[in-house]
């Protein structure tokens, strides 16, 4: 038995074919098997876009999902659940869980969790380290093979140097990628916002933000006799930026992420202690934010990850030095990403590439491309009418977010894995 | 009684922060304060303007002296003075700054004295409770009434504030003292100059209206005012000097230092001073220069202004 589905009056966004344009799309099996105009209807389910936009489901390469361990904050179920509301199709978690993702029975517990779940595709990244520890690496081999997607430490970066020469080099074995958390530890300790005029006045402990560009440089060497793939997190700094733009025209094989709040906030989102803005690393300077901006423009940073973070009251509502950082992104992600291309900062399609095809590619899954062939994973958004940001909308169970009552543009209407809906907006 | 008879009554809620303050504000502040020195000389030091008001002061961090100025600043204006130190309090056994909040607004105090370790705290907690908050000290951040008092005490000394040249030397990273202070005086039109080793300015200090000298002999140039910050001595663990003996040598205060600075330059210290290292006993203990006792005592003039003018305000529940 087949299940066609036909996805009719939409505008099709594709960022791998440089495609935008008035469309449908012919689904079977959870597969894509034809797009253009005027299929045939034969047997199939037909939806409606309604004239609006459908492009790749966005595939989100940073996502804390809480699950083993933190159930209080987040589970696969609800995280499932935002992502599907925040247009997200795959969502890859980081190991940074209670226990730590570094064995395989671990990587094969997510699995079955997201397959249970059957919602967006949860999948995970295993541990660099064991027990996030920074000293020994975890089987990489059986790891992958289990259905590790890349190697990182999470929230914290492989600060020794040796270690790290060992996991990239150790990785080039099997072609896989290490993720590095970019912040010189030690510079970063006890620190609780980017160094500045704001840190002194607010007399908070401060991160200056050659922490960032000095471990990436440090990485970059290492990458550079290992030749392994390296890609480094939630970039924040013009610095950082700058020296990854320089190590791609040399060839080097990196890449590199960022996540909203480093584009749509700065440091003086922290004002009065607000925790809210609390983030790791920090919220940076105004140029700095510019300088995001522009390396998501001319594509020094390849993708936009939602750095989803959920956190309990108790972790946010006490004084800013003890707060838990994090901010949750997973359902603001893709307005977020919108106002770069309503300020007419990016252009649509690359802004999509960076939200779907671009991680795919560097995670090396199939996903991201409206082609035949590819699973059916889309997203259908409205990318005009005005809304506002509500936390009490959300479906994450945590509600940490500086984003609340932000007006922005472009909401989901229509979530798709494997063609079928896992997601509709309700209609106001 | 020289305090005058008309009720003072403080224009904000809460005093959280130098920051915020408008000349006007602290004015009124200091002449209050001012009325009360006197007072506090007599043998019958007390009023009644906040008979019936209830004074908390939490300190969630160690001291004796700001404790016991609020204290005697409460009592002598007749209000009620509970302490409460975190070590007596349920704070140990786990409970949440805003829980203690929460508890402590319960029992309608009217004015809520707060000291805390983290920057922020004090605001978070002014944030949930109905009284009138005053910051005692947060962190890193600000110690309003400390500046209230080193204003005073120059403005006795000096006559004025504006036009002065103050150099706040030390540990200006770690200071509230010196954030507050260099707040108060820049408002008031003092020329402030920081005098510390790099490892002890913050980041983007200069943008503070402030000139930043890293030698005492030019920092202290034809200063009218010398102010010592209070070294931790736990900076050596953290590299942020090498040695207290390297420390003294060049930012301590000595005669040799204080003589490019004006000949009759006051020096100042919020205390508890650690003598041989950010000063020399004998000068922090000459009659003539040294107006450190003398801050003692009007900490606890500026402080009755403090709670008269916050603790007279209306309630509203």
């Given at each position: 038995?087949?299940t ?11 960022p ?6 008035r469309?449908?799309?012919?689904t ?9 105009e005027k299929?045939?209807?034969d ?8 004239g ?15 699950e ?5 904050q987040?589970t ?5 659940l ?9 969502v890859?978690?980081?190991?940074n ?7 395989q029975?671990l990587?094969?517990?997510?699995a ?7 919602l967006?595709?949860?999948r995970?990244?295993?541990s ?8 020994e ?7 992958s093979?289990?259905?590790?997607l ?11 140097p040796?270690?790290m ?5 150790y ?9 590095q958390?970019?912040e010189e530890?030690?510079?970063a ?18 991160i200056?933000?050659?922490a ?10 290492l ?11 939630h ?18 094989k990196?890449?590199?992420d ?8 700065n440091?003086?989102?922290?004002g009065?202690?607000r925790?809210?803005?609390k983030v ?5 300077s ?8 522009e390396g998501?423009?001319?594509g ?7 750095d989803?973070?959920p956190?309990?009251?108790?972790s946010?509502?006490v ?6 950082s994090?901010?949750v ?5 893709l ?9 007419s ?28 062939g590819?699973?059916a ?35 989901v ?8 809906t ?7 | 009684?020289?305090a ?7 224009p904000?809620?809460?005093l959280?922060?130098?920051?915020g303050?408008?000349?006007?504000d602290?004015?009124a ?6 009325g ?23 300190f ?20 009620d ?13 786990g ?30 907690l ?29 403005r ?7 036009g ?13 003292v ?25 980041a983007?200090v200069d943008?503070?209206?402030v ?10 140039k ?12 736990e ?5 942020f ?6 420390y ?5 205060l000595?005669?040799?230092?204080l003589?490019v600075?004006?000949p ?8 508890p001073?650690n ?9 922090a ?26 603790g007279q305000?209306?309630?509203n529940?």
């Amino acid at each position: 038995m087949t299940t066609r589905t036909l996805f009719i009056n939409a505008r099709l966004l594709d960022p791998a074919s440089n495609r935008d344009g008035r469309g449908e799309i012919l689904t079977n099996d959870g597969v894509i098997v034809a797009l253009g105009e005027k299929l045939s209807r034969d047997g199939a389910e037909i939806i409606d876009c309604g004239g609006h936009c459908l492009a790749p489901g966005l595939v989100d390469m940073r996502a804390q999902l809480r699950e083993p361990g933190d159930e209080h904050q987040e589970t696969m179920a609800t995280a499932g659940l935002a992502a599907a509301a925040g247009g997200i199709t795959t969502v890859v978690a980081l190991p940074n869980t209670d226990p730590v993702i570094d064995e395989q029975a671990l990587v094969e517990f997510i699995a079955r969790r997201s397959r249970d779940v059957g919602l967006t595709r949860i999948r995970t990244y295993a541990s660099t380290t064991k027990g996030l520890r920074g000293k020994e690496l975890t089987e990489m081999g059986l790891l992958s093979s289990a259905g590790a997607l890349a190697f990182t430490d999470g929230l914290k970066a492989v600060a020794d140097p040796l270690v790290m020469r060992r996991a990239l080099s150790y990785a080039t074995n099997f072609d896989l990628l290490i993720i590095q958390h970019p912040e010189e530890p030690r510079l970063a300790e006890g620190g609780a916002m980017t160094a500045g005029e704001i840190s002194t006045r607010l007399g908070l402990p401060a991160i200056s933000p050659i922490a960032e560009v000095m471990m990436i440089e440090r990485d970059l060497r290492l990458v550079e006799i290992t030749g392994a793939r390296y890609h480094a997190a939630h970039v924040s700094t013009a610095e950082a930026i700058d020296v990854i733009r320089r190590a791609k025209t040399r060839g080097l094989k990196v890449t590199c992420d960022t996540a909203p709040p480093y584009f749509a906030l700065n440091e003086t989102a922290v004002g009065d202690y607000r925790t809210f803005a609390k983030v790791s690393p920090p919220l940076r300077s105004e140029d700095d934010r510019r300088a995001v901006v522009e390396g998501l423009a001319d594509g020094t940073i390849d993708a936009i990850a939602s750095d989803h973070a959920p956190q309990d009251q108790e972790s946010k509502r006490v004084p800013f030095t003890s707060a838990a950082s994090g901010i949750v992104g997973l359902e603001t992600m893709l307005p977020l990403a919108l106002e770069l291309y309503h300020n007419s900062q990016v252009p649509l399609l690359r802004l999509l590439g960076a939200l779907s095809q671009r991680p795919a590619e560097i995670l090396r899954l199939p996903a991201g491309k409206l082609a035949e062939g590819m699973p059916a994973d889309f997203t259908v958004f409205d990318l005009d009418t005005p809304w506002r940001i509500a936390v009490d909308a959300f479906h994450s169970k945590c509600r940490n977010s500086p984003f609340d009552g932000r007006p922005v543009q472009g909401r989901v209407l229509r979530t798709v894995v494997a063609g079928k809906t896992i997601y509709t907006a309700d209609k106001a | 009684m020289t305090a005058d008879s008309a009720p003072f009554i403080f224009p904000h809620r809460h005093l959280l922060s130098i920051e915020g303050l408008s000349p006007d504000d602290i004015t009124a502040l200091l002449d209050r304060a001012e009325g009360y020195i006197e007072q506090n000389r007599q043998g019958d030091k007390k009023q009644s303007l906040l008979r019936g008001r209830t004074i908390v002061n939490l300190f969630f961090e160690e001291s004796t002296r700001t404790r016991t100025s609020f204290e005697l600043a409460g009592k002598r204006l007749g209000g009620d003075t509970i302490n409460m130190a975190a070590q007596t309090s349920s704070i140990k056994k786990g409970e949440t700054l805003l829980d203690t909040a929460i508890t402590l607004n319960a029992m309608h105090p009217d004015v809520l004295v707060v000291r805390h370790s983290e920057s922020g705290a004090v605001q978070l907690l002014a944030e949930k409770v109905d009284c009138a908050v005053i910051n005692a000290g947060d962190g890193m951040h600000e110690h309003p009434t400390q500046a209230l008092l080193d204003a005073l005490t120059i403005r006795l000394r000096k006559g004025r504030l504006q036009g002065l040249t103050v150099a706040i030397c030390g540990d200006v990273a770690h200071s509230r003292v010196a954030r507050s202070n260099l707040l108060l005086l820049g408002t008031m039109g003092a020329r402030v100059r920081l005098v510390a080793p790099r490892t002890l300015l913050p980041a983007a200090v200069d943008r503070l209206g402030v000139e930043v000298y890293t030698d005492m002999e030019q920092g202290l140039k034809d200063a009218d005012i010398v102010m010592m910050l209070r070294l931790q001595l736990e900076r050596m663990q953290g590299s942020f000097v090498p040695s207290l003996r390297e420390y003294f040598h060049f930012f301590g205060l000595d005669y040799k230092k204080l003589a490019v600075a004006k000949p009759d330059a006051l020096i100042m210290h919020p205390g508890p001073m650690n003598r041989g290292v950010e000063i020399d006993t004998e000068v922090a203990d000459d009659i003539n220069r040294s107006a450190i006792r003398q801050q003692v005592e009007l900490g606890v003039a500026v402080r009755m202004a403090v709670l008269e003018g916050l603790g007279q305000q209306p309630r509203n529940n």
